[in-house]
């Protein structure tokens, strides 16, 4: 998901910021487990928070330890290990495998391929366990390329050509987010869709200006849509979002994941802003 979905720390408690690095851990434990050495390269906050949001509302049971680590060989650091953690490093995998597929046949990047080679074994086994939930991402990726692709050859249609891509992999994000087929899944397709197209939106902002200079595509830049223009369009993405997130029955890691919503998806955009800003004030100097 881009890597923007995780919390604002300086505003958690010291006890807060344990419990997420516990999560974390138990993220990243659980892909080395489940997958080996080599998949634990794919580990990202972004799934941290679908752990929070499935372990708050199943509240499955979880076992805590303590243990030094390849990248911590110095101190054990906590961990925690759930079933809903063990879901989120299988998705991991899944997005994180196509993501290089997708890197290479946008931008021939050979890390990329090499990557997806590497863990395309693992792949293999998420899709055995969640048929569901990979073919959701197979499809709302293939679709999504058509729409790019469309976009960037043919004439530009503006923002409802960016709105289709954005609501397709809103679409896509849904699907991991509905862990079960039961009472919560409607609600939880619509807290992934609603964040999926935030992101989607945020990090074609974000990356406008690089894409444009370097020539990559960029759906912003293919549809003629300036990053200044889509600013009132995140305000209220991430006000569905967090609406959508609100009507779920949550109270474990509940201000961890309200720090995600309320203000750590900001955090890379801000930071961009804050930047320009001060190119702006030193070119005037």
């Known amino acids: 998901m881009f890597g923007y979905v995780m919390p604002r720390t300086e505003e958690l408690s010291s006890e807060e910021r344990d419990r997420y690095q516990a999560l974390y851990c138990g993220l990243c ?11 634990r390269v794919s580990l990202t906050y972004d799934m941290v928070f679908l752990a929070m949001i499935l372990g708050s509302l199943y509240e499955p049971q979880e076992a805590a330890g303590c243990k030094r680590c390849a990248p911590h060989p110095l101190k054990a650091h906590r961990y925690v290990r759930s079933e809903c953690i063990d879901y989120a490093a299988d998705m991991t995998v899944a997005l994180v495998y196509h993501k290089c597929l997708d890197d290479w046949n946008d931008d021939r990047n050979a890390a990329a391929r090499a990557y997806a080679q590497l863990i395309g074994a693992p792949y293999r086994v998420v899709r055995e366990r969640h048929p569901r939930a990979c073919a959701a991402i197979e499809e709302g990726l293939a679709d999504i390329g058509r729409i790019e692709r469309a976009a960037a050859t043919g004439p530009a249609e503006g923002e409802p050509v960016l709105d289709e891509a954005a609501n397709r992999f809103g679409t896509l994000l849904g699907e991991v987010f509905a862990y079960r087929d039961d009472f919560w899944a409607e ?39 300036r990053p200044e223009d889509v600013r009132e369009d995140l305000q209220f993405l991430a006000a569905d979002a967090a609406a959508a997130f609100e009507r779920l029955p949550l109270e474990r890691d509940l201000r961890l994941m309200r720090s995600v919503l309320y203000a750590g998806i900001w955090q890379k955009y ?16």
């Not at 935030?198 to 074609?204: G, H, P």
């Not at 320009?276 to 070119?283: A, D, L, V």
């Open 29 to 39: 434990r659980a892909l080395g487990r489940r997958f080996g050495q080599r998949c």
């Open 270 to 285: 801000c930071a961009k802003e804050a930047k320009k800003k001060e190119g702006r004030e030193s070119g005037r100097g």
């Open 187 to 225: 609600g939880l397709r619509t807290v992934g869709a609603k964040l999926g197209k935030l992101v989607y939106i945020m990090d074609a902002a974000l990356d406008a200006d690089d894409d444009r200079a370097s020539g990559s595509y960029n759906p912003l830049v293919a549809c003629g849509v």
